[in-house]
């Protein structure tokens, strides 16, 4: 990760920005201490729903009410706030 200083961001703003969409990251630093961190966030990824339903085809089919009991029976659902 590359260090740059804050007036080298404020200076070059506009080309850093791009080396950021292009996936690098950059720790800001004020008189030599890091004091900030400029990275890319992560994009979402989009999946085929054929994909989706190949990857599910083979698992187990689930009793939607037993499902519910037994998660009734482990978690406490009752929503009363507690002291």
Do not use: C, W, Y
Not at 7 to 19: D, F, P, Q, V
Not at 58 to 80: K, M
């Amino acid at each position: 990760m590359r260090k740059i200083t804050q007036r080298e961001l404020r200076n070059g703003s506009g080309k850093i920005m791009r080396a950021v969409d292009r996936g690098a990251s950059f720790v800001v630093t004020r008189n030599g201490v890091p004091v900030g961190e400029l990275r890319p966030l992560s994009r979402a990824e989009f999946i085929p729903t054929a994909q989706v339903l190949a990857a599910f085809a083979s698992a187990p089919h689930l009793e939607g009410r037993r499902f519910r009991r037994d998660l009734d029976a482990l978690i406490d659902q009752d929503p009363t706030p507690r002291g």
